[in-house]
C-alpha cells in the first residue's frame, strides 16, 4: 500500500526544520503497517511560509495548492491521500472532489477517533489565534457536545515548527492535558495539530486519558479506506457533496 501525505506548507521548509520533519517521519513510521509506504508531499516554494497558516487570509491560497499536489499523488500510484492540516476543512472537500482514490483529513481522523475512544475529548493546540480554527471546526462538525474544551499552551507555531525549547513545549502541553483531564473532565486527549507530531508519547506516560495524535489518526485511517476502495470500492461519496464538476479537468488545468 502507497499513502500520499500533504504536508500544508513549503518543500523548503524540509530543510528548514529538519527536526520537525524527523519527528513527522517517526510519527508515521511508528504506526503505519509494515506492507505501507508513506511519502510526504510538500506544496510549491512560492506560497507563504507554514507558521502563516494561522491566518484566514493566508488558508485560501495554501488549500488551492493541495489540489494539485493531491491530484499528482493519485498519478504517482498511491491508493489514499492524508491531508496533513488539522484546520483544512476546505482541502478536504476540495481534494475528495478531484481524486478517484480515498482522501481524509488528520483532522477529521482525529475527532471521529477521539468519539470513540470516550464520551467527552479536549483539544490541545499552539495560542488562542489557532484555537479560533480549532472552535470552527468544532462548530462545523457539530461536535460542541463532545469536545468539552479547547487548549491552548501559548506556544508559538514557529517556536514548535523549528522544535526549539521542547521540554518547555512538552510540559506547557501537559499542564493543559492534565488541567483537561481534571476541570473539564476530558475523556480524551486531542493533540490538534501536524505539529504535535512525537508529542503524543510523551503525554501518554503523564496523563491517564488516552491522547489521540492527529497523524496517527489520519495514516490509520488513510490505510483502512485505501484497503476499502480495493475490495468494496467503498471511499468519499460522489452522489452530491463531493461530486466533480464535468468540467474538472479542465478546470484543473487552466486554473491549478
Known amino acids: 500500500m502507497k499513502l ?40 510549491p516554494n512560492d506560497l507563504p511560509d507554514e507558521a502563516e497558516m494561522a491566518y484566514w487570509y493566508v488558508h485560501p491560497k495554501m488549500f488551492s495548492a493541495m489540489i494539485p499536489v493531491a491530484r499528482q499523488a493519485q498519478k504517482d500510484g498511491c491508493d489514499a491521500v492524508v491531508i496533513g492540516c488539522v484546520g483544512s476543512t476546505d482541502a478536504e472537500y476540495g481534494i475528495k472532489e478531484v481524486l478517484d482514490i480515498p482522501a481524509v483529513g488528520i483532522g477529521e481522523a482525529c475527532l471521529l477517533m477521539a468519539q470513540v475512544l470516550g464520551q467527552s475529548f479536549s483539544i490541545m493546540t499552539y495560542d488562542n489565534k489557532i484555537a479560533s480554527w480549532i472552535d470552527r471546526m468544532v462548530r462545523e462538525r457539530h461536535l460542541e457536545d463532545f469536545c468539552v474544551s479547547v487548549r491552548p499552551a501559548n506556544i508559538p507555531l514557529d517556536e514548535m515548527m523549528g522544535r526549539n525549547a521542547m ?8 499542564d493543559q492535558a492534565r488541567l483537561a483531564v481534571s476541570e473539564d473532565r476530558a475523556d480524551v486527549i486531542v493533540n490538534g495539530s501536524a ?23 489520519g495514516i490509520k485511517f488513510g490505510e483502512m479506506f485505501a484497503d476499502l476502495k480495493k475490495s468494496k470500492n467503498l471511499y468519499q461519496s460522489k452522489v452530491a457533496t463531493y461530486k466533480p464538476s464535468p468540467n474538472l479537468d479542465k478546470v484543473l488545468k487552466k486554473y491549478f
Open 4 to 43: 500520499a501525505f500533504i504536508f500544508p506548507g513549503k518543500e523548503s521548509e524540509k530543510e528548514a526544520n529538519p527536526a520537525f520533519f524527523k519527528s513527522l517521519r517517526e510519527t508515521i513510521d511508528s504506526v503505519k503497517r509494515p506492507d505501507t509506504s508513506v511519502k510526504i508531499y510538500a506544496l
Open 167 to 174: 521540554a518547555k513545549i512538552y510540559e506547557r502541553v501537559l
Open 195 to 217: 505539529g504535535f507530531a512525537g508529542l503524543a508519547d510523551y503525554l501518554r506516560k503523564h496523563v491517564d486519558a488516552p491522547v489521540v495524535d492527529a497523524v496517527e489518526a
